[in-house]
């Protein structure tokens, strides 16, 4: 069988099966594991997939600059920030990580609801500005480019001070074995300070980042508390999530 050929099998099942073992992949396609774990090796150096160890696990679609994200926002991503919306009561103080949903998700907030909103992600803020009852609190910190967002210590040790009845996360990839996952080691640690200091824990995950894994983790499943998701995500990606008793709004 051609690389080619070996490639789009790999990539079918990965699909299919949310994860692939180089024994098994061997076996199957009649090839020697040395050369399935150069195929790997070649897939992930070209963003195709997420290599383990053993094998390989699907890569989140989203690593993908800020700009882009923003002019290709999918119906999807605008379904999932107004149904997180509603999870904003009145009275709450919230944290909103980076994400052109969260983003949108503040764009989606009633006008008179009154909140406190605390955010490293500046775009957040300036949605928000016509919200005339919502608090803003802007965390400052270095701008990372590539996603629009605060970091660095200045970031980190500001959020370690405040306590926030709801985390509303962006994710990048959402595995339910792995985990929370991101592909900016610099934005973990804000992420990490967000959650640990948050009662409740939502994740705003499209369809595309279920079952998907990136570089850096930023903390177990058991972190998270809510995913919100897309109306059309098939069962079938949502089962061990809802095994696992985390509560699934579509």
Known sequence: MLAAERRQVILGLLQKE?????????????????????????????????????????????????SDRQQNLSPGKIEIAQKAARLIQPGMVVFLSGGTTNVQLAASLPRNLQATIITHNPAVAVALTDHDNIEIVLIG?????????????????????????????????????????????????????????????????????LGTVSHFTVAGIEEVN??????????????PYRDLEIEIIK
């Open 18 to 66: 949310g994860r692939v073992l180089a024994v098994e992949l061997s076996a199957q396609l009649g090839t020697c594991e040395d050369t399935i774990r150069r195929d790997l090796r070649e897939m992930a150096g070209e963003g195709l997939l997420q290599r383990v160890h053993g094998g390989a696990l699907p890569r989140s679609p989203a690593e993908t600059r800020y």
């Open 141 to 209: 910190g270095r701008v990372l480019k590539r996603t629009m967002v605060t970091v660095g210590s200045e970031t980190v040790d500001a959020l370690r001070s405040m306590r926030a009845d709801l985390c509303m996360l962006g994710v990048c990839s959402l595995h339910p074995e792995v985990g929370v996952s991101m592909p900016d080691q610099e934005e973990v640690s804000v992420q990490q300070a967000m959650l640990a200091n948050a009662a409740e824990t939502a994740a705003l995950v499209s369809r595309e980042k």
């Open 226 to 239: 809510i995913i919100v998701t897309e109306q059309n995500v098939p069962e079938s990606l949502l089962k």
